[in-house]
């Protein structure tokens, strides 16, 4: 580094060149005596101190006033744009923070919600909304496609989904939720006042005497709904001996397997108009057969026979006799007969609601 030199007054010194800051310069007078040292007492240019108003560097010198220009310095680049766009960022985090604060204070204030009024709820887990028991939870969107996802496919003739149900007036289909079969009498359709079979409706007969004994008389017909029933009706002209009366429902091949479902027991014959109380039962979606039988030859009943019952295949002629001849049992079939290939049928016989 050059030698300064200065006068007995305060004078301008100029360096030119690289200049260290932290290094010691000797200034020398114009006889070449060393003037007092000057110590810069700082650091390489770029570890100056840059602050917001600029930079700054402490040093000392023990002379009398005087001025030092060390000609150009520079000092790193100082992006304002930069410091400005930090300070705006801490400023928003700190309004972030103290926004979200708030945020939380006041959602911990509100109420529970409830069914009248609006508040805090929690949200169900998939668990809880296949259960269905929380009253107090929100369902999810996720939670309640996992539980449509379970449920299974529907399809005609199948089970589970939904299946559509057709009413026409004379006919309804089963519908299936969940492997579990509802019927028509699941939904409220009420069955009719009275049941009439529909051979009964054919050509009223008069009196004749019973075919045997143990001879019975079944006649069929299909139920729809859910109904109570209690009385059997039946025109009898000479009375004699017992007869019994009843309902039973069909299953099996061709429904010619019977179970009773209510029946009078043996009881005597009256003549006249008999209304026959079998105590309520109840009826529900299915095939049926009502039946007559009487223990003799000499009662009558309004009985006939005719090819066009055997055609229409609506009554089965049974007889108990080798069973005994006693009233029909509880369980029975209809092939040791004729099947439903009968050729009498009981005019005017029918049932009634409780």
Same mark, same amino acid.
């Given at each position: 580094?050059?030698?300064?030199? /200065? ?17 010691? +310069? *000797? ?10 040292? /000057?110590?810069?007492? #700082?650091?390489? &240019?770029?570890?100056?101190?840059? @602050?917001?108003?600029?930079?700054? !560097? ?10 030092? $220009?060390?000609?150009?310095?520079? &000092? ?12 705006? %960022? ?5 309004? =972030? ?7 939380? !204070?006041?959602? %911990?204030?509100?109420?529970? =919600?409830?069914?009248?009024? !609006? +508040?805090?709820? =929690?949200?169900?887990? *998939? ?9 107090? *939870? ?15 496919? #529907? ?14 007036? *004379? ?74 009366? @009843?309902?039973?429902? &069909? ?14 027991? %043996?009881?005597?014959?009256?003549? +006249? ?13 299915? $095939? /049926?057969? &009502? ?8 009662? !009558? ?24 001849? @006693? ?13 439903? #290939?009968? /050729? ?11």
């Amino acid at each position: 580094m050059p030698d300064f030199t /200065y006068g007995p007054a305060p004078v301008l010194v100029e360096a030119s060149g690289d200049f260290a800051i932290g290094a010691t +310069g *000797t200034f020398r007078a114009s006889d070449g005596t060393p003037a007092p040292i /000057y110590d810069l007492n #700082g650091s390489p &240019l770029a570890s100056i101190t840059v @602050g917001p108003k600029g930079a700054h !560097q402490a040093f000392k010198a023990d002379i009398p006033d005087g001025v030092l $220009d060390f000609g150009s310095v520079e &000092l790193p680049a100082v992006s304002i744009e930069a410091i400005s766009a930090a300070l705006d %960022a801490q400023q928003a985090a700190r309004e =972030a923070s103290a926004s979200a604060a708030a945020a939380a !204070q006041s959602l %911990a204030s509100l109420p529970a =919600a409830t069914t009248e009024a !609006q +508040g805090v709820v =929690a949200l169900a887990t *998939t668990a809880s909304t296949k259960t269905g028991t929380e009253t107090t *939870t929100a369902v999810t969107p996720a939670a309640l496609a996992a539980t449509l996802a379970d449920l299974p496919d #529907g399809g005609t003739g199948g089970t589970g989904g939904g299946t559509q149900v057709t009413v026409d007036g *004379t006919s309804v289909a089963t519908l299936d939720i969940d492997s579990t079969a509802v019927t028509p009498e699941d939904v409220g359709i009420p069955g009719p006042m009275v049941i009439v079979p529909p051979a009964a409706v054919f050509a009223t007969p008069g009196f004749a005497t019973w075919p045997g004994a143990g001879y019975t008389s079944f006649m069929r017909f299909s139920f729809v709904g859910r109904r109570a029933y209690r009385w059997i009706n039946l025109g009898i002209g000479t009375a004699s001996g017992s007869i019994q009366v @009843g309902v039973v429902r &069909l299953s099996g091949p061709g429904g010619t397997d019977f179970e009773i479902v209510k029946s009078s027991g %043996a009881i005597p014959a009256v003549a +006249g108009s008999m209304h026959i109380d079998l105590g309520a039962f109840e009826l529900t979606t299915g $095939d /049926y057969a &009502l039946f007559v039988w009487a223990n003799n030859n000499i009662v !009558q009943l309004r009985v006939a026979g005719t090819g066009v019952i055997t055609d229409s295949r609506l009554t089965a002629d049974w007889s108990t006799a080798s069973l005994g001849g @006693g009233p029909v049992p509880t369980t029975g079939s209809l092939t040791n007969g004729s099947g439903w #290939g009968g /050729y009498r049928y009981v005019g005017g016989l029918t049932l009634e609601a409780a």
